[in-house]
């Protein structure tokens, strides 16, 4: 089966090396730059996890295209190849239809949660944002909506009050080499399954910036814990400002055992010495335990 890769994140990265290793016939690469310009940022927007994929591209003898325009540009090119299969993982653009029906197997895509929740962009750090527990990856097959397409296939994957973005990225990693491993040969063989999205039970998240990354002292200890294991590294991390206006970007941090409410409102910096940062939360206050100050 003829692939045409569409990968950009050290995620895709990983689905591509479990291709290759698979001695699946890789006919291109598309990749972007790591800064890109997207509908959703007024400014370019630098790529965290990007990878760069041209020593795999050279050391495999694979075609290598980098994206500079929009993808509907690049139609003839990928039809050029003779694709049967499209597969995007750590992808950023929409694949509008004109491309969807190039290959004769279809085109699909690795989407980092259990579809239908969680559509739309940074999946995984919505759903420790939003205190989950469970999360999962998606295979399906692209319809020319938001990951509305058909499920090929699912698996689930944990979330502890330990995990960090960076550790639950690194499980979904090996979840979509699980489901790739699975399915690819089944869609070769024209027999991977084609379950239909619940629209009903579908839930959608926006892409975010590292602006959006300003902690809200309004909201719980827990809930600022979880806000902030989101998006530490390798992402830009939540951050907030001093009195002093100075900017604290925060790696990590622990909500105390409770033993008294503090009357401090919140936002107001409680304890501070080289190693933390106590600041008063809406319900206690929470410990800054890596911190960078700018």
Sequence with gaps: MKIVFMGTSSFGLECLQKLIAMKQDISAIYTLPSVINISWSKNPIHLATHKNFTRIAHTNSIPIIEVKEKIKYYAQSIKSFSPNFILAAGWYYIIPKDILRIPDLGCGGIHASLLPRYRGGAPLSWAIINGERQTG??????????????????????????????????????????????????IEQKKAPRIKQNDKLATFFPSRIPEDGIINWNKTSVEIYNWIRAQTKPYPGAFFYTPEKKKIIVWASKVPVKKKIRSAPPGAIIYKDSKRIDVATSDYYISITHYDTI
């Design 137 to 186: 990856v998606s295979l399906f097959y692209f319809a020319g909506g938001v990951d509305t397409g058909d499920i090929i296939g699912q698996k689930k994957i944990s979330i502890t009050e330990r995990d960090t973005i960076q550790t639950v990225y690194k499980k979904a990693a090996k979840t979509a080499l699980r489901l790739i491993e699975k399915y690819i040969p089944l």
